[in-house]
């Protein structure tokens, strides 16, 4: 038995049997269709981008007028210039966990298993949904840097230092997208999915250098605050923007912080990137 | 001509759940093949099995030739699948998710498009076509999902309870698109807790339980394997049902069955039409007024009764399919 391609036309076709045989799309173009999937999805569904701009902007509020005049910086630089670093680099945590429970959803209600049933390359669906995800969270990190600056932040660094800043949490926001597909991967559902996520997201935003010196918490946290990666990150971002590490109130120089957030960029992809992929495409 | 499905001894554990204990199931090309059987029978184990997202245990499975365990990418390319849920973007418009599972399947823009168009008006659903699909009602989402699997031109469309929780209306216009698609050529196995489903619409019926087959035929096959004809009785009186069951006891050697809220007796005999005489005529003697009397041939639920010893769910009722998605994997515990 034969299968013939043929165009696609009316069912009016003389031949009845025309089972073509679809080859399926390639991995370029199924990652571009599932981008622009959850793309779409954002885009018309208004709430989903406005209402963590909304809170984003009230975060950024608290910190920097009420608690603000109760933080001391430790080495004389201006709580909003310390903090706005810090709330950027965060925001793409707190904007990511919005992604697991749409995640989550698809995973329960058969889109995924749709997916999985076409002719296409498996990891195309995820790596599709990692880049809407990180352009999302990156014009929600455009929205905020521009609320840094209405609040008073001003960089200290030089142009090409901000914009390495920038960059950097470009590619962070693109690393922890994985991060949050792989958590609704194997959240089972959107509330599980969501409630692993807070619990992933707050204490590796809080007990960070993003919104206070390490120095000033308890000896106890410290080494878990201080070697952990968003430290690494904020410290690395806060320098550049600011001008230098002493700025940023840390020690070794911003080349360093700026190395060691590569370092752990590239290992969080490598490992969530991978169990993403093996999750979603795996034959159960 | 090569059978669209072959299936022989597959089995499927997952945890201590067995979801398939050894099925063997043959589906010809050219007729839709209905699965039947309660939840928990694994048909959708079978069926994502079918679709490659479930591998089996142990045994053969193949699509029309294909071997699905050796090549899986080439049975993706033949089939399509439309799941429990209807899987269509809300967000879009119904267009824009056909074109996107065309464009998948490797057609480019024009070819999507067109593949899209086509299957919008054979589904009638061309005018809804650039409307969001949230503001779709249940019975248009489903047919667009319907048209989701059938944009890539599959040979074989796999149909997991396609019609649940959908209103009588919108059940039997999906029924009518089911039939037109095997009447262009497309093969169709479905599965359906719905014995009226099965009656309807398909020549070749699976019955399923405990992860194999219990029985299969045509709906006349098994109904004839199963069954004898049956004595309908009904009363206009609820009170008179006692007295109707004993009369219809005294004409066969099966217990009658009633039920008070249909307000329904009933019986098996051997031989339908003189045993029906012999009733009208007790229940004359007894002046019980009436008002239904007959004779028919069992239902797919008596069949099934009689082929497994239960009962399957009723009907066409509003069945909340919810724990039905039981073979997905929230955690490791599925009671498939």
């Known amino acids: 038995m ?83 670093p810090g709330f950027l680099l965060t925001t793409i945590l707190w904007t990511g966990m919005n992604a697991p429970a749409g995640v989550a959803e698809d995973a329960a209600s058969g889109v995924h298993d749709r997916f999985r049933s076409l002719p296409i390359p498996r990891a195309a669906v995820v ?155 795996r034959t159960r | 001509m090569t059978p669209i499905i072959e299936a022989r001894g597959l089995t499927k554990r997952f945890g201590d759940v067995e979801a398939l204990a050894g099925l063997d199931l043959v589906a010809e090309s050219g007729r839709i093949t209905a699965l039947l059987g309660p939840n928990g029978a694994g048909k959708t184990t079978f069926v994502s099995a079918v679709a490659t997202l479930v591998r089996p245990d142990a045994g053969e499975l193949r699509v029309a030739g294909i071997d699905v365990a050796g090549d899986p990418r080439r049975v993706r390319q033949v089939i399509g699948l439309a799941g429990q849920f209807a899987s269509v973007e809300p967000a879009m418009t119904g267009r824009e998710n056909l074109q996107l599972v065309a464009r998948l399947f490797g057609l480019d823009r024009r070819a999507a498009r067109a593949a899209a168009d086509d299957v919008l008006d054979r589904l009638g659903l061309a005018e809804a076509g650039d409307r969001l699909v949230r503001t ?63 009656d309807n619409l398909a020549r070749h019926v699976v019955i399923m339980d405990h992860g194999r087959v219990i029985d299969a035929g045509t709906p ?62 007790k229940l004359h003697d007894q002046r019980i007024s009436l008002d239904d009397v007959g004779v028919r041939r069992p239902s797919l639920d008596e069949v099934f009764l009689a082929l497994t010893g239960q009962a399957l769910a009723p009907s066409g009722n509003d069945h909340d399919d919810h724990d039905d998605h039981d073979d997905r994997d929230h955690g490791d515990t599925a009671a498939a």
């Open chain 2, 136 to 198: 779709y009602s249940g019975g248009m989402r489903r047919r667009l999902d319907l048209g989701a699997s059938l944009v890539g031109r599959p040979r074989l469309l796999l149909l997991d309870e396609p019609t649940t929780g959908l209103d009588p209306r919108s059940r039997r216009e999906l029924w009518d698109a089911i039939r037109g698609l095997v009447a262009d050529g497309v093969d169709v196995l479905l599965t359906t807790q719905y014995l009226e489903e099965a």
């Open chain 1, 127 to 281: 790596a599709g949904r990692s880049l809407a995800d990180g352009a999302l969270t990156s014009w929600t990190l455009f929205v905020n840097a521009l609320l840094g600056f209405a609040v008073g932040f001003r960089t200290h660094g030089d142009v090409a230092a901000v914009v390495a800043a920038f960059g950097l949490m470009l590619v962070a926001t693109y690393v922890f997208s994985w991060v949050f597909l792989t958590l609704g991967l194997v959240g089972g559902n959107a509330q599980a999915a969501q409630g692993i996520s807070t619990l992933i997201v707050v204490p590796f935003t809080f007990l960070s250098s993003a919104y206070v010196p390490v120095g000033s918490m308890p000896g106890w946290l410290q080494p878990f605050a201080e070697h952990q990666p968003i430290t690494v990150m904020v410290n690395a971002v806060r320098s550049l923007m600011l001008g230098g590490t002493q700025a940023a109130g840390v020690g070794h120089t911003t080349g360093y912080w700026v190395v060691l957030s590569f370092v752990w960029c590239a290992g969080i992809l490598a490992v969530f990137s991978g169990l993403a992929v093996a999750r979603f495409a």
């Open chain 2, 220 to 281: 006349d096959e098994l109904k004839d394997r199963a069954g004898r004809d049956v004595i309908d009785v009904r009363p206009r009186a609820a009170g008179d049902l006692p007295a109707v069951e004993e009369i219809l006891a005294s004409v066969s050697d099966d217990t009658p069955q009633s039920d008070i809220n249909t307000q329904r007796a009933s019986v098996s005999v051997d031989t339908g039409a003189d045993k029906l005489t012999l009733v009208v005529q």
């Open chain 1, 2 to 84: 034969s299968t013939t391609t043929t165009t696609i036309g009316p069912t009016t076709d003389t031949q009845p049997a025309a089972l073509v045989s679809a080859t399926g799309a390639g991995f370029a173009t199924a990652t571009v269709q599932s981008a622009r999937r959850t793309f779409l999805q954002y885009l018309r569904t208004p709430q989903l981008l406005v209402l963590p701009t909304i809170t984003g902007a009230m975060f950024l509020f608290i910190f920097r007028y009420v608690f603000g005049g109760a933080i001391d910086t430790g080495h004389g630089v201006d709580y909003v210039d310390f903090l706005v």
